[in-house]
């Protein structure tokens, strides 16, 4: 073991909550148990912000080092960000203030699990420190639904929102057969399309998409054109009686223009901001086009209906196994690097078996450096996209095994 | 054994699909061949209606008879109504043509499956044979999200929807704890709140709504004001800095007009119906309220999400276990009535467990008269009730055992 400094650590969480994001926070405190934290030891407490970075520097702190380990297991199993969290991003001037915290509170680990600009923070912080000459062992713990962090396979909380975005769709299409219609679902993820890439695993494995809905998936990495739309819909429409849809909220125009801002931009002015999430905005615009539109001469508009996922999606109590672990996993892991002489750093999941049916899954984590996650973002590669409205057989290869056992429907 | 009239036995599913309902047809196909249906017994073929009394006025009808165990048991676990379902609602005409489909497909057995409006079907097919001479046994089987038949308990079908609204209100409630703001959650039900009301569920069955949310649970059985809305929200927010809010898409004003059509008048003209479920508008239009309301002076508006839980509330895969076995039982019921002597009737299930904590559920099944269930709708009752924005632990006693495990979520 290195030379450790002694002193505190501190644990944070950012961003939108996740439904394992609490299996990291657990992680790191088991980690850091594990490497003899604790009263006398060289790592003297674990503290939790409450808030982020937020709960930092405004000095609310709350001591998990004597918690006991029955009751980090039920945390660990619960969603959300059990310490609260903050949509804060922080620039040089409030990175300062987080490093005067540190000091302040003598601490000497810092872990903070969100996106990509957390893993920012903990770049910024653990420059401020180094430059100070203050040993400050700053660690990023990747987090996020949309599964845009750069380096990774993919990332925690992700897996276990595609599992209900998955399961959410299998029977929603059922749904569709039964009284049909066009039925749009309109999903997260503002610049990457993974999670609404999920949807395709709605499908049975060995059916193609015309059997199988949804029929027609939309992502913000292809460019959306609103009359392109209206074709495919009716096409779908026309052969079947019925089409299911799955649309990203971040689809947007050739020219970068989010369609969604674009659709509801006079009732989001008079309200505030600019707004996808916690909204059926999207979803009732595109659905009230497709009525307009497909509606006969002289005839009944067909039957649309639009869901828009919400935040149910990143938080639902069914999480993937794989997802849980791996959260825990790269937790653990960061505690294991800090107290390994590490000085700084993020945490990679590394696919280790080839994607494909029959193989088991297997993945590690590996060090990476901070500057190759900070203020990146992933896209879906090109890979896993076909065409202007689907997914390939690669995606579903890839994402299949994280998200668990799906049931099994039959049909008549 | 009563003397049976041999002849064809018909089944069939209607109106908005649910987790269980296809127990119920398979509970049906499974009474009827314990009673000797099949080659050369009394009951020959078991019929299902394509779409419900649509597919059988058409003859579009599909022979269940031979369908081996294992893919029943497939098809019951399988939300939706894998028959298909319909929206129509048969007036007298449209019973002579379903009436005249039984003659013509040889039927004395006439099974449907649905809620309150497919009781009247039967009652109303059973009186044109009564008065043709044609001997033709006619049974309702409940079904219905929205727990609203009258002379049950509850109604299969409800359970399962009241779990995953538990299970989701749980779930973002923490969420709302994590990132704190004003959070509305719209939820199915148009003339009962009993769906609503599940939200409660989502508490700890030993903490007061001060600790846990929704906060404040809004249901069509109770006048909605506007200005009233604002204030109790604007109450807890001030209390708390957050507010959770469980609104069923039916709340009506003092004089039953529909808030959700109301609000949404412009935008509904344009498209056609006015539509609550498959659409986000409700949600919307309250959270812009708020936000307008609720924005200090030359301050910032408060964070105020809604999300429009859709129709993933009544399919999604993760069915309340009593439910199922009852949805199931209720069918089972229905073919053992058809074949025991009776000529109609509909099925209710009925609690033989006093509600209330370390109290066993149970429940049996009784045949009711169609007359009943009719064309009725049951509403919360006011014991269930409390005050404008909450329920009862009556309720909570009353619906608490139906919903199954819910998962045990900790907080620091």
């Known amino acids: 073991m290195a030379n450790l400094i002694a002193g505190n650590a501190v644990i944070g969480q950012s961003g939108g909550p996740t439904a394992v994001i609490n299996q990291s ?6 980690g850091l148990r594990e490497h003899g934290a604790g009263e006398g030891g060289t790592i003297r407490k674990i503290l939790g912000m409450r808030h982020g970075v937020r709960g930092l520097i405004e000095d609310q702190l709350i001591d998990l080092s004597a918690m006991e380990t029955e009751r980090l297991e039920r945390i660990a199993r619960t969603p959300s960000a059990a310490l609260g969290s903050t949509r804060d991003k922080p620039d040089a001037a409030y990175c300062e203030r987080i490093f005067e915290a540190c000091r302040r509170h003598d601490i000497r680990y810092f872990f ?15 420059e401020l420190s180094r430059q100070a000459g203050y040993e400050l062992r700053c ?16 990332t925690p909380g992700w897996p276990s929102a595609a599992r ?12 569709n057969i039964s009284l049909p219609g066009i039925k749009i679902n309109v999903i997260m993820g503002r610049h990457a399309g993974f999670l609404t890439a999920a949807s395709a695993l709605a499908r049975r494995t060995d059916r193609a998409r015309s059997t199988d809905g949804p029929q027609l998936i939309y992502l913000p990495e292809v460019p959306f054109d609103l009359e392109q739309f209206v074709h495919d819909v009716a096409t779908v429409f026309d052969e079947k009686g019925r089409c299911h849809v799955a649309v990203s909220e971040g689809i947007q125009d050739k020219d970068g223009n989010a369609i969604g801002a674009m659709l509801i931009q006079g009732e989001v002015d008079a309200h505030g901001n600019v707004q996808l999430s916690g909204s059926g905005a999207l979803g009732d615009q595109l659905a009230g086009l497709l009525k307009a539109k497909l509606t006969p001469e002289g005839g009944k508009p067909p039957r649309v209906r639009a869901d828009t996922f919400g935040y149910i999606q990143r938080c639902f109590p069914d999480q993937s196994e794989i997802d849980m672990r791996e959260a825990r996993g790269v937790g653990r892991f960061a505690a294991r690097l800090a107290v390994s002489g590490d000085l700084d750093g993020s945490v990679a999941i590394v696919r ?15 060090r990476i450096e901070l500057s190759d996650v900070a203020a990146k973002t ?18 579903i290869d890839y994402a299949r095994p994280l998200v668990g056992d799906l049931p099994q429907f039959e049909r008549l």
């Open 25 to 30: 926070l657990v992680g790191v405190v088991e």
């Open 112 to 126: 903070y699990i969100g996106g990509n600009d957390s893993s920012d923070t903990c770049r910024i912080v653990n």
């Open 139 to 154: 660690f990023h713990v990747p987090k996020t639904v949309d599964n845009d962090l750069v380096g990774s396979d993919h």
């Open 164 to 175: 209900f975005v998955a399961k959410a769709c299998m029977a929603d299409f059922m749904d």
């Open 352 to 366: 280790t078996s080839t994607p494909g049916p029959g193989e088991a899954y297997a993945s590690e984590y590996r």
């Open 378 to 395: 992933r896209h879906m590669p090109e890979e896993f996209i076909d065409g202007t409205n689907d997914v390939t057989r690669a995606f």
